[in-house]
């Protein structure tokens, strides 16, 4: 249940910050509702992000999780550069930081899981022959 919510929030969250990007490109910088779609995405997918934690043995992992909430940080940080920059295009590095470290992630994590599954298994089959 607190997973699914967690979850849940999540995508809610990338969903928002997507329509937050993307909007100005088509309603014009002119609208204001961009900025406060995008900061309350950046706030839901930071509270994901804290509320999510690995409780596995494997300390990489558990590493590129943690990275996942930086990510998330800088969202927040681009969310306030919309408000508070006098040039408009300052939010965007914020923003395009937070998504490098995410695809980063999404890459490395299911290789650092398959790597540590090997091992366990090697670990286990030396136990085995002994």
Do not use: N
Request: charged share 20%; with cysteine; hydrophobic share 50%.
């Amino acid at each position: 249940m607190k997973k699914t919510l967690i979850d849940t929030a999540m995508y809610l969250g990338l969903v928002l910050v997507m329509v937050g990007i993307i909007l100005p490109l088509f309603m014009g910088p002119q609208t204001m509702l961009y900025k406060y779609l995008f900061a309350a995405g950046a706030v839901l997918i930071l509270i994901a992000r804290v509320l999510t934690t690995y409780r596995g043995p494997h300390l990489r992992v558990k590493r590129l999780s943690r990275i996942l909430v930086w990510s998330a940080l800088f969202y927040c940080t681009g969310a306030f550069f919309m408000f508070y920059s006098p040039k408009p295009q300052d939010w965007l590095a914020f923003v395009l930081a937070g998504a490098v470290i995410q695809c980063y992630v999404s890459i490395a994590m299911p290789r650092a899981m398959r790597k540590s599954l090997e091992e366990d298994r090697a670990k286990a089959d030396t136990k085995k022959k002994k």
